[in-house]
């Protein structure tokens, strides 16, 4: 046998395996533009002050132009405000915090403006009666599933559901203690808006999944807010062990 009949009969070697990547090595997302719809609204207000506080560029949308520049001026730290289709166009990120009952028409009306746009989905189906609060189930499974249907160009997540907006709006709160569960079909995306979490003093993005768990995630708002008031409280959520 040759020595080039030996080398052809040789086991290939197995390449190496390449390292796993870090989870909490996160991009860069201090130059994105963050566009809040609802950034009127409680919620959607607290954000954007965190966010904007943080040295983010905040837009914050609402169905009237004006309403939304009286806010962002209110909310300082260079936030603007602009009506939502516009808010949404100049925006790289776009975090959806309208109230649910909207939430399907303004999505359907934004669907142009929000063609490729990385979109963050905080909307949580509520009912409320005597007894409290309650999670609904829309047809689609979730808020967010919903939202992914009606934007089938945009990529659609889920995050920033268990936060207080008492606590976000708070200036006198330096940190907001709390972690963000961040669900989505693609870990490019969740990546992205975990590092958007990070940004906000105290607060941690951690991936819980793609969006077909993201109705339990809403659902678990109705359990804190039974936990506030019982205990007068703006109770978050921390993951142990990550």
């Known amino acids: 046998m040759t020595s080039t009949d030996s080398a052809q ?14 989870p909490w090595e996160l991009p860069d997302v201090s130059g994105l533009v963050v566009g809040v719809l609802g950034g009127t609204g409680d919620q959607g207000r607290g954000l954007a002050y965190r966010l904007a506080r943080a040295g983010q560029k905040v837009i914050i949308g609402s169905r009237a132009a004006e309403r939304a520049r009286t806010a962002a001026e209110e909310l300082g730290h260079g936030v603007e405000g602009a009506e939502n289709a516009e808010c949404a166009r100049r925006s790289d990120i776009v975090i ?30 509520l009912g409320f009666d005597k007894k409290g609060a ?11 599933e919903q ?7 945009s990529r659609v997540t889920a995050a920033f559901h268990h936060l207080s907006a008492v606590l976000l709006q708070d200036p006198a ?27 906000i003093p105290g607060m941690r993005g951690v991936f819980a999944g793609r969006l ?3 109705h339990q995630v809403e659902s678990l708002v109705a359990n804190l807010i ?12 921390r993951v142990t062990d990550v």
């Open 9 to 22: 009969n040789a086991p290939a070697e197995t390449p190496a395996k390449a390292p796993a990547k870090d």
């Open 147 to 153: 939202a992914a249907a009606l934007l089938p160009d």
């Open 134 to 144: 309650y999670a609904l189930k829309p047809e689609e499974g979730s808020a967010a």
């Open 226 to 237: 039974s936990v506030n008031r019982r205990y007068k409280a703006h109770a978050g959520l």
């Open 212 to 214: 077909r768990n993201a």
């Open 173 to 199: 709160i330096e940190e907001i203690d709390t972690d963000v569960m961040v669900l989505g079909e693609s870990r490019a995306d969740t990546d992205v808006v975990q590092a958007l979490a990070a940004r």
């Open 96 to 125: 959806v915090a309208v109230p649910w009952d909207g939430h399907g028409k303004t999505l359907e009306a934004l669907r142009e403006e929000l063609r490729g746009k990385l979109v963050v989905d905080c909307v949580n189906p």
